[in-house]
């Protein structure tokens, strides 16, 4: 027997023996790694891929909601009968919107905070679909609404299920805030099984406590939903203890996203794929047992045909390795050939599927992360992407933020289908310039122009042919629509960046939009003005409640007796950083954030108590105070004036109000409605600056005033002007005609002043007597000047 081994043709056979045993050896390793390392690549691409998808379902859901709310919240039917408070027609309404999206959850919040309406879709199998008031109509709602113009994205828990959820700002006709609406989808099975189909991964949602470990009941307590019915107790358990500590597991291969805070729970979605399944190691060794038996049976005949099928196995799986290698550097466009028998050719063919598949998802990604979905049109990040350059290099740039007037009206009476065949016509049309280097749309009815190195007159010419362009007429079917377009530009001038050219485009759009022009390229005056418009709104109401506020007066004099019997209290707000702020500045938006009310209560309250004040120092002045149209719109206005008057114990002729003309004209019917309410209790009433507005001769004659004040305007050059001394003549005779009492303003020299008392007018006040001081200042100017009511007679 040992001389049997000695033998060269045993040992040569001994080796080829052991050749091809190694052989086989190197292709089961090679062969395992390679399939190992490709599905370790296609599990981490298939895992990439799902991350995307998620991001993009479920921020597609968020914006979907957030611009359907904002729609339905320009809605003026829904306005209407959320102002009218009829509960009924409101949630019929409301539902209505719902249904448009098939929302899971519809909800209205008035000012106050108050649900006045809540409809919920029915989730069990059993009235799926069905339509229910919610639990919470009636009640405050839970979460705090302190934003006013935004719409924001929120999670809401109500009944068990968690709703993604946006709002919207509901206002009135005048631009006030009156409520919020919104409207949000489950976060449930079908969100989870619809995810699950697109990513192939198994997907859930759940509820932790903050820094928590989670263990097996406290993990099925809060678990929201998951596409894997069949899940095992101990891969819940596996899993929750993942997404609570954030580690990884040999197992399972695992994303976690959280989404947000719940009654100070956090929302958590995840994805998961067991390794076990999804590597199959069981069915990959089978194939192994199989393969070694034949080649041990057919060892003594084929030693040198195995060593050679060895070596053609090892080939395909190297190649198959550096393609695996090369796909996860992100090329798919390679076509993979690995030999010419049917399994290989079949394997090659599989793998060009399986990255033909993976190129196709990445690309649709690729594209609705840069695209419009209406319009396909770019949408910002297209705008950032295609910037980025021009920014880089300073080229010349211009940006155009454009926005289609009356979009709100076309959707609400022609529906939302015409709208956005509206839309996608403005973007083709804006598409045909080829001097347009980029056109994108943003949002809703906003599109925006990127422009670069064009001259400013080539460029006005431009901006000219697409006004033209786009607000030419539109038929949709047997309609005529004819657009229009308001447009804010801004240049670059760097250093800058995107984000500033865009704000400052957006700056000349509101510009434009507040003073009804076409056009408006942005400039630093108006951007100054936004700024310190926005931050006087925001300080306003705080510096009502903290006494910002001070009244200064103006004396009037009465020119038959020569004595100051009556001042005009004027408002001015004493900012502890800006200093004086006089009340044309922030006035009006008193007027726009429904301040005014407030405003003139704490002006009347003011003004009456300085009344005692004054008499307590043996001054007796009627107190004139202005009031606007704003005022004359609140019903009980009339009241809370007799109220004051009542509460502050002062004789009733001690007070007049002014009304300016353009306040009556805003609604006649109301207005004197309120004024002759107060003219029944003895009020004096006057017209300001008579001559500056939009009344009649018939209107003033409804009107229950007692006095007529002529503007300054026709004063102030009295001595100089005849034609405005003709006006001022005829406007005392017409007054006094109508049993008036006329009160000139804008008195600025002796001259006027005895021009006035020779024609017979009653009161004066201006400059040249004094300029608006306050009360302490008044007294003691009254206590100096010949005018005063204990001076002696002159």
């Not at 996860?328 to 063919?349: D, I, Q």
Request: proline residues 3%; negative net charge; contains cysteine.
């Amino acid at each position: 027997m040992p001389a049997l081994f000695n033998r060269i043709q045993t040992r040569i056979f001994a080796w080829f023996v052991l050749l091809l045993l190694a052989v086989q050896t190197i292709s089961f390793a090679l062969t395992y790694y390679g399939n190992e390392l490709l599905e370790q690549q296609q599990l981490k691409n298939q895992l990439s891929i799902a991350k995307l998808v998620f991001k993009s379902e479920y921020n597609d859901r968020a914006y979907y909601l957030s611009a359907f709310a904002e729609t339905a919240a320009k809605d003026f039917g829904l306005k209407e009968v959320f102002i009218d408070k009829d509960s009924r027609s409101f949630l019929v309404a409301l539902n209505n919107h719902r249904k448009r999206i098939d929302a899971d959850l519809a909800i209205a919040v008035d000012k106050q905070g108050k649900i006045i309406g809540q409809l919920l879709t029915s989730l069990n199998d059993a009235n799926k679909g069905k339509v229910k008031v919610g639990p919470e109509q009636g009640q405050a709602f839970k979460q705090t609404l302190d934003f006013e113009f935004i719409t924001i994205n929120t999670l809401y828990a109500l009944q068990g299920n968690i709703y993604q959820l946006s709002f919207a700002p509901l206002t009135s006709g005048a631009g006030n805030l009156i409520g919020w609406v919104g409207f949000g989808f489950v976060i449930g099975d079908e969100l989870t099984n619809n995810l699950s189909e697109q990513t192939g991964l198994n997907t859930g949602f759940i509820l932790t406590e903050p820094n928590s470990q989670l263990d097996e009941p406290a993990f099925d307590a809060q678990l929201i939903s998951i596409s894997n019915h069949d899940i095992t107790e101990r891969d819940k358990k596996v899993i929750g203890q993942l997404i609570s500590s954030g580690l990884q597991h040999k197992d399972y291969i695992l994303w976690q996203s959280s989404l947000g805070q719940i009654d100070e729970q956090q929302l958590h979605a995840f994805m998961y794929i067991s390794q076990r399944d999804a590597l199959a190691l069981a069915a990959s060794h089978e194939q192994w047992l199989p393969q070694l038996v034949l080649i041990l049976i057919m060892l003594p005949v084929s030693l040198m045909v195995a060593y050679m099928i060895a070596r053609g196995v090892t080939k395909p799986i190297t190649l198959l390795i550096n393609q695996a290698r090369f796909i996860a550097k992100g090329n798919y466009n390679s076509k993979v050939e690995v030999g010419s028998s049917t399994e290989m050719l079949a394997l090659a063919e599989e793998f060009t599927v399986m990255q033909q598949a993976i190129l196709s998802r990445e690309n649709k990604i690729a594209f609705q992360a840069y695209h419009d979905p209406l319009t396909n049109l770019g949408n910002k990040n297209k705008l950032s992407q295609v910037t980025a350059d021009w920014f880089a290099n300073k080229s010349p740039l211009a940006i155009c933020l454009i926005n289609i007037r009356r979009m709100t009206e076309v959707n609400g009476t022609l529906g939302h289908l015409v709208g956005d065949k509206v839309i996608v016509e403005v973007g083709r049309r804006l598409s045909e310039f080829s001097e347009i280097d980029l056109v994108c749309r943003l949002s809703g009815d906003e599109f925006v122009l990127a422009i670069k190195e064009i001259q400013s007159s080539a460029f006005n010419q431009l901006i000219r042919k697409v006004q033209e362009a786009v607000e030419a007429e539109y038929r949709y079917q047997d309609i005529s629509l004819h657009l229009q377009v308001t447009i804010g530009v801004s240049f670059a001038h760097y250093p800058s960046d995107l984000q500033t050219v865009m704000r400052q485009a957006d700056t000349a759009l509101q510009h434009a939009k507040r003073n009804r022009i076409d056009l408006q390229t942005y400039s630093q005056q108006i951007d100054a003005n936004s700024l310190d418009r926005l931050q006087l709104v925001n300080e306003l109401k705080a510096a009502i409640e903290n006494n910002e506020l001070v009244l200064f007066y103006q004396p009037k004099l009465n020119l038959a007796i020569n004595k100051v019997t009556h001042v005009e209290a004027l408002v001015r707000w004493q900012h502890p950083v800006r200093g004086m702020i006089p009340p044309d500045t922030f006035i009006p938006i008193a007027e726009q954030m429904g301040q005014m009310n407030a405003l003139t209560h704490w002006v009347i309250h003011q003004a009456l108590s300085q009344y005692h004040l004054w008499l307590a120092e043996g001054i007796e002045l009627a107190i004139a105070v202005n009031i606007s149209a704003e005022n004359l719109k609140n019903q009980s206005f009339g009241e809370f004036v007799l109220s004051a008057i009542e509460q502050h114990q002062v004789p009733i002729e001690a007070l007049t109000l002014e009304i300016t003309e353009d306040a009556v004209v805003a609604d006649p019917e109301n207005a004197i409605k309120q004024l002759n309410q107060l003219k029944q209790h003895g009020l004096t009433l006057s017209i300001d600056d008579y001559g500056t507005g939009y009344s009649s001769l018939a209107q003033l004659k409804q009107l229950p005033v007692d006095e007529l004040k002529i503007d300054k305007s026709f004063v102030q050059n009295l001595m100089t002007s005849d034609d405005d001394k003709t006006i001022v003549s005829s406007t005392i005779q017409l007054a006094h005609n109508l049993g008036l009492k006329v009160v000139a303003e804008g008195i600025e020299d002796e001259g006027s002043l005895k021009w006035l008392a020779k024609h017979n007018c009653e009161l004066g006040q201006g400059f040249y007597l004094s300029k608006p001081v306050d009360a302490k200042m008044l007294a003691n100017w009254l206590a100096r000047s010949p005018y005063g009511p204990n001076s002696a007679e002159t």
